[in-house]
């Protein structure tokens, strides 16, 4: 087991404790818009059923932000990224997803500023979901991420590599 692999263990456990806690939805019909039932996280019409959000960071580079309400949570995601290669990877994935957001119900078109992803799950989600995979689906997209990245960026420096020796051979022939 690596350092990381280790580190990342109780992060994920206090992600999904925090979850399983805020995904206590239930249905509160908007105050201001007669006979809606609006995400309250998302409008903020009733200050009061906003909860305080709360930030668990395994490192300052790497975060998770949960925004709890009496209705809806918005999780927004921030992935490590140590250089600008994996910036721009993860750039490229997350908006892979996010143009693909119709197939993922939960998850926003736009992630909140400073994050890389969000979802927004609503008390009308959990009344067609199971809530438990619906945490265990968040688990597994924050490990799943962080790892096609790395994959994504050694896969890159391997064809740049062999781009280069390519490149570079055809030099080395001519003298």
């Known amino acids: 087991m690596s350092v990381a692999s280790a580190s990342l263990g109780p992060y994920l456990e206090v992600i999904r404790n925090t979850l399983n806690a805020a995904l206590c939805l239930q249905n509160y019909p908007s105050q201001v818009v007669e006979r809606q ?5 998302e409008f903020q019409d009733t200050p009061a059923v906003v909860l305080k ?17 009496v209705n809806s949570v918005r999780i927004s995601i921030k992935v490590k990224q140590s250089d600008d290669t994996e910036k721009m990877l993860c750039r490229k994935y997350a908006r892979f ?15 909140v500023n400073g994050y890389d992803i969000s979802f927004l799950i609503t008390n009308t ?12 689906f968040i688990i597994e997209f924050i490990e799943d991420i962080d790892r096609e990245i790395k994959d994504m960026k050694i896969a890159l420096n391997t064809r740049l590599r062999a781009a280069a020796d390519a490149y570079m051979s055809q030099f080395s022939q001519r003298g």
């Not at 959990?126 to 809530?131: R, S």
């Open 37 to 41: 039932n609006r995400p309250e996280i």
């Open 53 to 69: 959000p709360l930030v668990i960071a395994r490192d300052e580079k790497e975060r998770c932000l949960i925004e709890p309400s």
């Open 97 to 111: 997803f996010t143009q693909r957001a119709e197939n993922f119900v939960i998850l926003r078109r736009k992630p």
């Open 125 to 136: 989600h959990l009344q067609e979901l199971i809530k438990e995979r619906v945490v265990d």
